[in-house]
């Protein structure tokens, strides 16, 4: 791998209507855990997160507030900030839209899409479910009703604005089909036989209204409606059509030497997989290289939601139970594609066998018998035996392993290879029996020589579990006796690092 290349990763820029809950939280700590892995392995990493703040939703609930919707958003945002924090997400870059180099360059983008003439003005008569933000057709809803959340949707009829998408059809399906864009992939005949084939609608990208939105700068009663506004954010972060920042043509149009990953749950994949990549091909950029779409945290069997109430709060379970466990319970409970039910029980159980009796056990007895039989300090002489290499065979080639599912965004597998090498270094334990070689004094070599093991597998796992669980793991390398070097990425797949 070049020393040089880009690795730029994004969350969906959640909507300030509330407070986040534990499913926002999944995404921007699977994207966070992503970028740290990435910049141990020496990557130029980006990670941006945000918020998406415009919308009737909005302006409603500050109106009931008795607020301004800037006031009402400011405050949440500030709430969706002190979260990052607790949950130690290590984001590059917070974009909002409401920020004015964003707000220019929507308008930009609009504005030419609208001289190439991809958008049009026509009429727009349809379905609007607002707790969604969401315009469907007629064919769209199920049981006349939002085919996303079930609810009664609106009729709705005005002039507007439409994003011309049949001429982008081909390529999008060749893009769901024949690349590898959408993680999974599975889900690529559903979009390409529910969107594509049926024939590609337009988008309608403007209302009149309301008013808590972006103008059309050309248009004075027109505003931009929100995907046009929300989906432009990964690049306008970046500096498209702007001069805030200066990093597009590094990260995003970086051809070939880069590479570029959104990250999104299942209720907005067609807008990323469908209506972002069009808007590129219209604009003329290149498109990111995957998004990768996971399923829901469910409660009682129904998603996690804002508009349904049934939320967790991070914040709580933060303060009760620390960080990293809930980050190593997320992390390890959700794979891609599928639903992820929650529940306090599934996580205190996860944390007590992998965390507790896994790891945690695996740590603390290495450490108490380097204490107990050596007083904290190995003897230089050692004595290896034929059970060693399998163990060490385990460790070194857990590097490997852990770069191709991280390559391949499935977190979960990354953990559940890393656990199963934790497992065998506890089967080491049991095989080596280092309590019974304690109490012969011949056998002092081949002891020092089995925790020397250990300690090496503590190191490797250790390290490799840094970026999902970035605070406990220094106090464990602190523990090992493992300095900063010795835990570098490029010593994960190598034995006898630690000093003899
Ligand atoms: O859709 N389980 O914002 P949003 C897992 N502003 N992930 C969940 C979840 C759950 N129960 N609930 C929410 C929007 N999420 C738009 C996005 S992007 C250009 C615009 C996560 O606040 C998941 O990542 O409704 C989902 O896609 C996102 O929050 C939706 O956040």
Redesign the pocket.
């Known amino acids: 791998m070049s020393e040089h290349k880009t690795f730029y990763i994004t969350?969906?820029?959640?909507?300030p209507s509330d407070k986040l809950?534990i499913?926002?939280s999944?995404?921007t700590v699977a994207c966070d855990a992503l970028a740290r892995f990435k910049r141990m392995q020496g990557y130029d990493v980006m990670f941006l997160t945000g918020t998406?703040e415009h919308g009737q939703k909005i302006q409603d609930k500050a109106a009931d507030a008795g607020v301004t919707p800037k006031e009402y958003v400011d405050k949440i945002v500030a709430t969706v900030k002190d979260l990052w924090k607790l949950m130690d997400v290590s984001y590059d870059r917070f974009i909002r839209t409401t920020d004015d180099y964003h707000m220019e360059s929507c308008q930009k983008i609009f504005t030419k899409l609208y001289e190439q003439g991809d958008i049009y003005k026509g009429e727009y008569t349809g379905h609007y479910c607002k707790p969604c933000e969401s315009f469907w057709t007629d064919s769209q809803l199920v049981d006349g009703k939002c085919p996303d959340c079930g609810r009664e949707v609106y009729d709705a009829h005005e002039e507007a604005y439409f994003f011309k998408m049949s001429p982008f059809a081909d390529r999008i399906e060749k893009l769901l089909l024949e690349t590898d864009y959408l993680r999974p992939k599975t889900r690529a005949i559903e979009l390409v036989n529910n969107f594509i084939k049926p024939g590609l609608e337009d988008l309608c990208v403007s209302r009149t209204t309301f008013k808590w939105v972006i103008p059309v700068s050309f248009d004075e009663g027109h505003v931009v409606y929100v995907w046009i506004d929300?989906?432009s954010?990964y690049i306008t972060a970046l500096g498209y059509e702007n001069s805030r920042y200066n990093d597009f043509d590094h990260y995003w149009a970086n051809n070939g030497d880069g590479e570029v990953i959104h990250m999104?749950?299942k209720?907005?994949m067609r807008f990323h997989a469908i209506i972002w990549p069009a808007m590129l091909m219209a604009l003329d950029l290149p498109l990111p290289d995957h998004l990768a779409v996971?399923g829901?945290?469910?409660f009682n069997g129904e998603?996690?939601?804002k508009s349904l109430g049934n939320v967790v709060d991070p914040f709580v379970l933060g303060e009760r139970y620390g960080c990293d466990a809930i980050r190593y319970h997320i992390l390890r409970e959700m794979a891609l594609g599928a639903d992820s039910s929650f529940s306090n029980e599934i996580m205190i159980n996860r944390i007590n066998s992998d965390l507790a009796n896994g790891f945690g056990n695996l740590v603390s007895r290495t450490v108490a018998m380097v204490d107990k039989y050596f007083g904290g300090t190995l003897p230089t002489e050692r004595e290896s035996a034929p059970i060693d290499d399998d163990f060490k065979a385990c460790v070194t080639q857990l590097l490997a392993v852990v770069d191709g599912e991280i390559d391949k965004t499935r977190i979960k597998q990354a953990l559940e290879a890393i656990f199963t090498v934790v497992a065998r270094a506890n089967k080491y334990i049991d095989e080596t029996e280092p309590w019974k070689l304690g109490k012969d004094e011949t056998k002092r070599a081949r002891l020092a020589s089995v925790l020397y093991n250990l300690l090496e597998s503590i190191r490797v796992i250790s390290a490799l579990l840094a970026p999902f669980m970035p605070s406990t793991m220094p106090k464990v390398w602190e523990q090992i006796g493992a300095s900063e070097n010795d835990v570098k990425y490029e010593k994960l797949d190598k034995f006898g690092v630690l000093p003899e």
């Not at 969350?11 to 909507?15: A, Q």
């Open positions: 969350t969906p820029i959640y909507y809950h499913g926002h999944y995404t998406d929300a989906l954010n999104v749950a209720d907005i996971h829901w945290i469910t998603k996690m939601s």
